[in-house]
């Protein structure tokens, strides 16, 4: 099974992105490529860390760290608030 995740929010300055996923939210900052809103993302996202993973459309890597998975709507939003204060 291919595990995708689609990238629903981005800021291009703080190179921060979230990422829906099958089983809620995760929160990563990309270190190495290039993202855009919108896109898929393939790939095994871990707990937290580095990973790759493949744009589907370009097939373009990208390189993330992942500070968190399987956060809710809430907790995204909650997270985003303190982000734009």
């Known amino acids: 099974m291919r595990m995708t995740s689609r990238v629903v929010w981005?800021?291009?300055?703080?190179?921060?992105?979230?990422?829906?996923?099958?089983?809620?939210?995760?929160?990563?900052?990309?270190?190495?490529?290039?993202?855009?809103?919108?896109?898929?993302?393939?790939?095994k996202l871990p707990m937290e860390g580095a990973c790759q993973l493949t744009e589907s459309v370009s097939g373009r890597s990208v390189w993330l760290s992942v500070e968190a998975v399987g956060l809710t709507e809430e907790e995204v939003s909650e997270l985003l608030g303190h982000l734009r204060d």
């Open 10 to 43: 981005w800021h291009a300055d703080l190179q921060f992105a979230v990422l829906e996923r099958h089983g809620g939210f995760a929160v990563a900052s990309v270190y190495d490529g290039l993202i855009e809103l919108g896109d898929e993302l393939h790939g």
